[in-house]
């Protein structure tokens, strides 16, 4: 397991579902929560590739923050299939004080663990991270 700046491992399976989602595309997208009592970062669910970004937003709790990853499929304007990978930190305006500082101390730690991220979106709210947000964030018309 490796630690994080914070205090804060981060699970093996984190780095491993990463890897499949990078690799072999086996999920559209991962949420990852921090386990307090454990002192550590987990997967806590995997979206099947067939599933959409509707689902991803659906996945995400109100009121607590996550760390998620994001498998975005797009066409170029020169009609090119094209995908990146979103990381995406979680923090809506609802959730607890304690919560948010866990989560913003131990994101950049948490981020590197991950190789292969091509785009970072910090969202408070849903607005800040639906489809349009993507779209333009990839360059997609």
Same mark, same amino acid.
């Given at each position: 397991?490796?630690?994080?700046?914070?205090?804060?491992?981060?699970?093996?399976?984190?780095?491993?579902?990463?890897?499949?989602?990078?690799?072999?595309?086996?999920?559209? !997208?991962?949420?990852?929560?921090? #386990?307090?009592? @454990? *002192?550590?970062? $987990?997967?806590?669910?995997?979206?099947? /590739?067939?599933?959409?970004?509707?689902?991803?937003?659906?996945?995400?709790?109100?009121?607590?923050?996550?760390?998620?990853?994001f498998? !975005?499929?797009?066409v170029?304007? #020169?009609?090119? @299939? *094209?995908?990146? $990978?979103?990381?995406?930190?979680?923090? /809506?305006?609802?959730a607890?004080?304690?919560?948010?500082?866990?989560?913003?101390?131990?994101?950049?730690?948490?981020?590197r663990e991950?190789?292969?991220?091509?785009?970072?979106?910090?969202?408070?709210?849903?607005?800040?991270?639906?489809?349009?947000?993507?779209?333009?964030?990839?360059?997609?018309?």
């Amino acid at each position: 397991m490796a630690n994080a700046a914070s205090g804060m491992a981060v699970h093996d399976e984190c780095k491993l579902k990463f890897l499949e989602l990078k690799a072999k595309r086996t999920f559209r !997208y991962i949420i990852f929560k921090i #386990e307090e009592k @454990q *002192k550590e970062v $987990i997967v806590e669910k995997v979206g099947e /590739p067939t599933q959409s970004h509707d689902d991803f937003a659906a996945s995400l709790p109100s009121a607590e923050c996550r760390y998620a990853v994001f498998d !975005y499929d797009f066409v170029t304007e #020169e009609n090119c @299939q *094209k995908s990146r $990978i979103f990381f995406i930190a979680w923090s /809506p305006d609802t959730a607890k004080v304690r919560n948010k500082m866990i989560y913003a101390s131990s994101k950049d730690r948490f981020k590197r663990e991950l190789d292969g991220i091509q785009v970072e979106l910090q969202a408070t709210d849903p607005t800040e991270m639906d489809l349009d947000v993507f779209k333009s964030r990839v360059g997609e018309k």
